[in-house]
């Protein structure tokens, strides 16, 4: 049996493409009910509607109120469809941690969404902030440090003008993702060269994650969520700053408090959680739940900037994939049947 690191999307994940992906994909009709049940009483809209829709909204569907559950929802009915792999850790980007804890274990199905609903109501009632997207690699994937190194130097200059506000939200393998109030993301696109026909790219309904600016809605949470939710995980975690939490040997308050404090208001680096599963696990493969396929080259850069296996651009990584897959991303249908 090949062994596995499965790896969950955050934000940005559910597109007018998965429309429907909870009816197609969800495993179990009474849990997907007891998501609905506890946004019916909180007088959200269910899941079971928003799936269901005749059509994709932005306004609507990347609300972070409504997209977190939709993609938890997906991710762990990815996972709970898993046949045939021995999974030896989970991670997750960004608001993939939330679903990560709940895959691992260390969160029930219900508690995880129960953190997950409550962090993304919070983030769209507070709403601080937003961020942008940009690449330091080119389109061949090759590294490029000195790249990355000019761009946050320019994020830091621009973050230390009077009334901007700017810093690295999450290092997602050959992009940089950053976050900040409307002056300091503006003063960076307007700094930097348009690339690759679509960055710099600013994300909808997108606060700013990951930096200071994110404290009021960690305060909340803190004050929302309890400890008592949180139980040793099942599976090794590996966390946004490419730290391993283990079963039978986790503090449940500290895993409490990462997840509710520097989780969400310091840097998520997913390149380093990246390494650290590949050179700690060495896992035959690398499985991307769903919903979407846009983790996936993320993922095949941080193992690129990791130098796994030799690899040194996407020619390097579409031949060892071509040989055998390293990477199996549960949003393709095809790479979904080598896993379920």
Not at 87 to 111: E, H, I, K, P, R
Not at 112 to 132: D, P, S
Not at 269 to 288: K, L, Q, Y
Request: aromatic share 8%.
């Amino acid at each position: 049996m090949k062994t596995a690191v499965v790896i969950c999307p955050g934000r940005g994940t559910y597109t007018k493409t998965e429309l429907g992906v909870l009816s197609r994909h969800f495993p179990d009709a009474g849990l997907l009910a007891a998501f609905d049940a506890r946004r019916a009483a909180l007088g959200q809209e269910m899941l079971t509607a928003l799936d269901g829709a005749a059509s994709y909204s932005v306004a609507r569907h990347t609300r972070g109120d409504n997209a977190s559950g939709l993609i938890y929802a997906a991710t762990l009915g990815d996972f709970l469809c898993l046949r045939g792999v021995q999974v030896v850790a989970v991670t997750g980007n960004s608001m993939g941690w939330y679903s990560a804890l709940a895959c691992a274990g260390a969160l029930s199905a219900q508690n995880g969404f129960e953190v997950v609903n409550t962090m993304g109501t919070l983030m769209q009632t507070h709403m601080i902030g937003g961020q942008v997207i940009y690449p330091f690699m080119d389109e061949d994937w090759q590294p490029n440090p000195r790249r990355r190194a000019e761009l946050l130097e320019l994020v830091a200059q621009i973050g230390r003008r009077t009334g901007h506000v700017l810093g690295l939200s999450i290092d997602l393998g050959g992009m940089l993702v950053l976050a900040g109030n409307e002056a300091g993301l503006a003063a960076f696109e307007a700094a930097v060269p348009p690339v690759q026909g679509r960055f710099p790219m600013r994300l909808a309904n997108h606060a700013g994650f990951h930096t200071g600016l994110q404290e009021p809605v960690a305060a909340a949470g803190r004050a929302a969520l309890s400890p008592a939710l949180f139980g040793q995980p099942k599976l090794p975690l590996i966390d946004g700053r490419g730290a391993i939490w283990w079963p039978q040997a986790t503090d449940t308050a500290a895993l409490w408090d990462y997840t509710l404090g520097h989780q969400v208001v310091e840097p998520y680096d997913f390149t380093r959680a990246i390494r650290t599963a590949a050179r700690e696990f060495a896992p035959d493969m690398f499985i991307v739940t769903g919903p979407g396929t846009t983790l996936g080259g993320a993922v095949a850069q941080s193992l690129i900037l990791s130098d796994w296996q030799g690899m040194g651009s996407k020619a390097d990584f579409q031949q060892r994939q071509a040989a055998s897959p390293l990477l199996v991303s549960m949003g393709m249908a095809d790479q979904r049947g080598l896993v379920v």
